[in-house]
């Protein structure tokens, strides 16, 4: 077949997929290439550069819930530890189904200081929301499927992370030092400059801070918590892995029983009443990837090609690398684990920024004092600067827009293209008619 055809007859089931009615439309990314366009006069505006605090948040959440009422329903799934709100949005069109829509199932911030992440589920609904009304692959993809998001699972962390940098458990109340006290020795930003540093040498490691209890130690009794990413029960208290621990001291701390947190039960039972969740993700950072199962072991899932095929798609629109969880290290009691070995969803953690494996990076921010090493940005290891922030949110988009077109075209696209390229066929066979004939007339020149 001649080069020319084969793009044609590209172009052509390209434009059978999406449907679009020749809107302009990337396929590399799967989005409109003016991703700013939103419905005139019905819009709720957002700053997207800046960090949302749980209020700002749950404003937001609302506003859209209100403004798009045909197509956002807004709902508690649960509450953390300090009693906050774990909001589920959910969007679909009202349109009535014989049978459930299949669904795209999205998790983000398990992790207190991973604050992008937030803004990403965020950044997400709101494009939804917003460009339904006038961009036809949107609207194709809500009426035929339902995505639900939940931007802080870990909500109670926001606040967290404000006071520690550093945090990432939960609020779950734990004495660490067995002092009958809670929670009383968190690391200090002594010196008020806005962080707190870490430090270390060839012997000791410590943070910033004071004895607020006074008995002697700094920083012995962090707020919280539990490792809500490690808290699953799926391959959970796993001593063969590298990440996971029984020590409440520890940064993956395990947690007292699977389930224990009031926030994975949240989970549990959402996902446990919704037999129509496909795909899942889990928005992280501290790195960029997507992370597909096992992660606690390093031997491939019975799908693993299903598997690489969804990540490698994902990585052409994201521009992040894949692999396979566990061969970055293994962990016990991970999200994406117990999503697929138990439901059998194809679920994917995407790492979505951060400075891991970034050596010049650290070298640029650890220094030398006196034979010790200090670290001040931790913040910024996870999170990106604010004028940065817009890059992360829509590569994170793509993803979400292009399992979401998987997801609504996964059955009957034979019947979907058939029904719709009658008008398109025409016009393909008629260029490739002029082409040969231009073909032709050269050869016979020639």
Same mark, same amino acid.
């Given at each position: 077949?001649?080069? =020319?055809?084969?793009?044609?007859?590209?172009?052509?089931?390209?434009?059978?997929?999406?449907?679009?009615?020749? =809107?302009?439309?990337?396929?590399?990314?799967?989005?409109?290439?003016?991703?700013?366009?939103?419905?005139?006069?019905?819009?709720?505006?957002?700053?997207?550069?800046?960090?949302?605090?749980?209020?700002?948040?749950?404003?937001?959440?609302?506003?859209?819930?209100?403004?798009?009422?045909?197509?956002?329903?807004?709902?508690?799934?649960?509450?953390?530890?300090?009693?906050?709100?774990?909001?589920?949005?959910?969007?679909?069109?009202?349109?009535?189904?014989?049978?459930?829509?299949?669904?795209?199932?999205?998790?983000?911030?398990?992790?207190?200081?991973?604050?992008?992440?937030?803004?990403?589920?965020?950044?997400?609904?709101?494009?939804?929301?917003?460009?339904?009304?006038?961009?036809?692959?949107?609207?194709?993809?809500?009426?035929?499927?339902?995505?639900?998001?939940?931007?802080?699972?870990?909500?109670?962390?926001?606040?967290?992370?404000?006071?520690?940098?550093?945090?990432?458990?939960?609020?779950?109340?734990?004495?660490?030092?067995?002092?009958?006290?809670?929670?009383?020795?968190?690391?200090?930003?002594?010196?008020?400059?806005?962080?707190?540093?870490?430090?270390?040498?060839?012997?000791?490691?410590?943070?910033?801070?004071?004895?607020?209890?006074?008995?002697?130690?700094?920083?012995?009794?962090?707020?919280?918590?539990?490792?809500?990413?490690?808290?699953?029960?799926?391959?959970?208290?796993?001593?063969?892995?590298?990440?996971?621990?029984?020590?409440?001291?520890?940064?993956?701390?395990?947690?007292?029983?699977?389930?224990?947190?009031?926030?994975?039960?949240?989970?549990?039972?959402?996902?446990?009443?919704?037999?129509?969740?496909?795909?899942?993700?889990?928005?992280?950072?501290?790195?960029?990837?997507?992370?597909?199962?096992?992660?606690?072991?390093?031997?491939?899932?019975?799908?693993?090609e299903e598997f690489i095929?969804?990540?490698?798609?994902?990585?052409?629109?994201?521009?992040?690398?894949?692999?396979?969880?566990?061969?970055?290290?293994?962990?016990?009691?991970?999200?994406?684990?117990?999503?697929?070995?138990?439901?059998?969803?194809?679920?994917?953690?995407?790492?979505?920024?951060?400075?891991?494996?970034?050596?010049?990076?650290?070298?640029?921010?650890?220094?030398?004092?006196?034979?010790?090493?200090?670290?001040?940005?931790?913040?910024?290891?996870?999170?990106?600067?604010?004028?940065?922030?817009?890059?992360?949110?829509?590569?994170?988009?793509?993803?979400?827009?292009?399992l979401a077109t998987k997801?609504?075209?996964?059955?009957?696209?034979?019947?979907?293209?058939?029904?719709?390229?009658?008008?398109?066929?025409?016009?393909?066979?008629?260029?490739?008619?002029?082409?040969?004939?231009?073909?032709?007339?050269?050869?016979?020149?020639?």
């Open positions: 077949m001649v080069p =020319h055809v084969k793009k044609i007859i590209t172009i052509f089931f390209i434009l059978l997929l999406f449907n679009t009615n020749f =809107h302009i439309v990337s396929f590399r990314t799967l989005i409109p290439i003016n991703t700013n366009y939103v419905v005139p006069n019905k819009v709720v505006q957002v700053a997207w550069n800046k960090y949302h605090n749980y209020s700002e948040v749950t404003t937001i959440l609302k506003n859209l819930n209100e403004t798009y009422s045909e197509i956002v329903r807004l709902y508690s799934i649960g509450k953390t530890w300090e009693n906050r709100d774990i909001w589920c949005i959910e969007l679909s069109s009202r349109e009535e189904t014989s049978k459930p829509k299949p669904a795209l199932f999205i998790v983000s911030y398990h992790h207190a200081r991973e604050r992008i992440t937030i803004e990403v589920a965020l950044y997400i609904t709101w494009f939804l929301a917003t460009n339904y009304a006038t961009n036809d692959t949107i609207k194709e993809i809500l009426e035929k499927t339902v995505i639900y998001i939940i931007p802080a699972l870990n909500a109670d962390g926001i606040r967290a992370s404000e006071m520690n940098p550093w945090q990432r458990k939960n609020m779950h109340p734990i004495d660490e030092d067995g002092d009958g006290k809670f929670d009383e020795d968190p690391p200090n930003d002594v010196d008020k400059d806005g962080k707190i540093y870490c430090w270390w040498n060839a012997t000791y490691t410590g943070f910033e801070g004071i004895d607020d209890d006074g008995d002697g130690l700094i920083n012995e009794d962090w707020l919280g918590g539990v490792d809500l990413n490690r808290n699953y029960d799926f391959h959970w208290n796993d001593t063969n892995v590298e990440s996971g621990s029984s020590d409440p001291h520890s940064e993956v701390y395990i947690g007292p029983r699977p389930f224990s947190e009031p926030e994975t039960q949240a989970i549990k039972n959402f996902v446990e009443q919704h037999d129509n969740i496909k795909y899942a993700l889990s928005f992280h950072s501290g790195i960029v990837g997507i992370l597909y199962p096992w992660g606690y072991t390093q031997n491939p899932p019975p799908d693993e095929s969804l990540a490698k798609n994902m990585s052409e629109v994201s521009g992040y690398p894949y692999y396979q969880s566990g061969r970055l290290y293994t962990c016990s009691g991970e999200w994406g684990d117990w999503m697929y070995g138990v439901h059998r969803i194809f679920a994917f953690t995407v790492e979505v920024y951060g400075q891991g494996y970034n050596n010049t990076w650290w070298t640029e921010h650890v220094h030398l004092i006196n034979d010790k090493a200090y670290f001040y940005d931790v913040w910024e290891y996870f999170n990106p600067p604010e004028d940065e922030m817009k890059t992360v949110l829509e590569k994170n988009l793509r993803i979400t827009l292009f997801l609504t075209f996964s059955k009957n696209v034979l019947l979907h293209i058939i029904l719709i390229s009658v008008p398109i066929i025409s016009i393909v066979i008629a260029v490739i008619v002029i082409i040969k004939s231009r073909r032709l007339r050269l050869h016979q020149k020639l």
